[in-house]
T-cell receptor, first 113, second 112 residues
Framework: DGGITQSPKYLFRKEGQNVTLSCEQN?????MYWYRQDPGQGLRLIYYSQIVNDFQKGDIAEGYSVSREKKESFPLTVTSAQKNPTAFYLCASSITSYNSPLHFGNGTRLTVT | GDSVTQMEGPVTLSEEAFLTINCTYTATGYPSLFWYVQYPGEGLQLLLKATKADDKGSNKGFEATYRKETTSFHLEKGSVQVSDSAVYFCALSGSNDYKLSFGAGTTVTVRA
């Protein structure tokens, strides 16, 4: 079955450490996205990529970095510069059409102490 | 920029009650509108969508109509079940954009 796989489901890190969240899709989608979800704030866009080797900042990119070396993969690194990294992180993908919905993974819950 | 405002929750209902979640939007041009549902501990799933004015999206007993005159896309279900307990998100994609802007989400709890 096609889908998006995020791993791990739960991640714990100490403050000051960088951490990378994995996102893989086998839907053959060109576009991929990272959202952050906090209680009562909905989803906020961190980074997105519409094609391999290219990506753009979303609304809250500070303290995060991404790469898009393969169509299937869009890893997100949460750096030590991110002031409030504890959150639920969602990866999504879509075809590059203006009406197309996003397909989401099941998320990674990151806790930084 | 484009934005979505949806009613705040939480909403608690009894089984078989009528559910309405209000959603209004601000956008230039002709956005596409979506409702997503999120069950506990999971990602979001597309519930329904509408791509032009007066379109009605429907799925699993839920409906929403794209009203350009009131810039709204309210979600409705005539008779909810316990299994409808979830967080519901309204979202839009601009007419020149692929990415989605989401509302804050509305938590719905249905009691037996």
């Amino acid at each position: 079955d096609g889908g998006i796989t995020q791993s791990p489901k739960y991640l714990f890190r100490k403050e000051g450490q960088n951490v990378t969240l994995s996102c893989e899709q086998n839907l053959n989608h060109d576009a991929m996205y990272w959202y952050r979800q906090d209680p009562g704030q909905g989803l906020r866009l961190i980074y997105y990529s519409q094609i391999v080797n290219d990506f753009q900042k979303g609304d809250i990119a500070e303290g995060y970095s991404v790469s898009r070396e393969k169509k299937e993969s869009f890893p997100l690194t949460v750096t030590s510069a991110q002031k409030n990294p504890t959150a639920f992180y969602l990866c999504a993908s879509s075809i590059t059409s203006y009406n197309s919905p996003l397909h989401f993974g099941n998320g990674t819950r990151l806790t930084v102490t | 920029g484009d934005s979505v405002t949806q009613m705040e929750g939480p909403v608690t209902l009894s089984e078989e009650a009528f559910l309405t979640i209000n959603c209004t939007y601000t956008a230039t041009g002709y956005p596409s509108l979506f409702w997503y549902v999120q069950y506990p501990g999971e990602g979001l799933q597309l519930l329904l969508k509408a791509t032009k004015a007066d379109d009605k999206g429907s799925n699993k007993g839920f409906e929403a109509t794209y009203r350009k005159e009131t810039t709204s896309f309210h979600l409705e279900k005539g008779s909810v079940q316990v299994s409808d307990s979830a967080v519901y998100f309204c979202a839009l994609s601009g007419s020149n954009d692929y990415k989605l802007s989401f509302g804050a989400g509305t938590t719905v709890t249905v009691r037996a």
